[in-house]
Antibody, heavy 123, light 106 residues
Framework: EVQLVESGGRLVRPGGSLRLSCAASGFSFSSNSMNWVRQAPGKGPEWVSH????????YYAHSVKGRFTISRDNAKNTLYLQMSSLRVEDTAIYYC????????????????WGQGTLVTVSS | DIQMTQSPSSLSASIGDRITITCRSS??????LNWYQQKPRKAPKILIN???SLQSGVPPRFSGSGSGTDFTLTISNLQTEDFATYYCQQSYSTRLTFGGGTKVEI
């Protein structure tokens, strides 16, 4: 069974730091690009960051660039998100999500998703 | 970034109805458009990729169409389990973006 299990979310003060982890199992983690997607309370999903299988290419949303760092350890089947200079507007459920592709069509999509971990930034 | 605009933001429907949700992108994205379903306290689930390709296990009452900047998700013969929020998402750009969502209510 494919599983993505996030951890590390908690209450943190504005300006603080936090590291999220995502443990992957049931699929070839080292072959898949991975993403972090967040969803603020009552809002739609917002893509945060993307990392390719060998970490050779990384992308960030403008809203987190310079503050968040995505990384992965393929030996441990684990994805990370290091978050610093946290703001109230970073409050959200953070999902770990795999990228899937169909090379014939060039299509790619997000699947599967973890259950999410809640990050609350508040004083 | 590519902006994705969904309409309506919510709609009320009955069991057996046929409904259509619209998604518009701020620039041409070909068919790099995906649809997700999200139920309360659950993560989004992929329904359709490449604008019209139904994911394995998704009932055929779901269908998608469109290309360029205008896309639609249609649910025929609405069932109880289809009451949820639906999001479109573009994968044309490396910075993925989602629509604001359409909540389908009874």
């Amino acid at each position: 069974e494919v599983q993505l299990v996030e951890s590390g979310g908690r209450l943190v003060r504005p300006g603080g730091s936090l590291r999220l982890s995502c443990a992957a199992s049931g699929f070839s983690f080292s072959s898949n690009s991975m993403n972090w997607v967040r969803q603020a309370p009552g809002k739609g999903p917002e893509w945060v960051s993307h990392i390719t299988p060998t970490s050779s290419t990384i992308y960030y949303a403008h809203s987190v660039k310079g503050r968040f760092t995505i990384s992965r350890d393929n030996a441990k089947n684990t994805l990370y998100l290091q978050m610093s200079s946290l703001r109230v507007e970073d409050t959200a459920i953070y999902y770990c999500v795999s990228s899937m592709s169909d090379f014939r069509s060039g299509s790619n999509w997000l699947d599967p998703w973890g259950q999410g971990t809640l990050v609350t930034v508040s004083s | 970034d590519i902006q994705m605009t969904q309409s309506p933001s919510s709609l009320s429907a009955s069991i057996g109805d046929r409904i259509t949700i619209t998604c518009r992108s701020s620039q041409h994205i070909g068919t790099h458009l995906n649809w997700y379903q999200q139920k309360p306290r659950k993560a989004p689930k992929i329904l359709i990729n490449a604008a019209s390709s139904l994911q394995s296990g998704v009932p055929p009452r779901f269908s998608g169409s469109g290309s360029g900047t205008d896309f639609t998700l249609t649910i025929s013969n609405l069932q109880t389990e289809d009451f949820a929020t639906y999001y479109c998402q573009q994968s044309y750009s490396t910075r993925l973006t989602f629509g604001g969502g359409t909540k389908v209510e009874i």
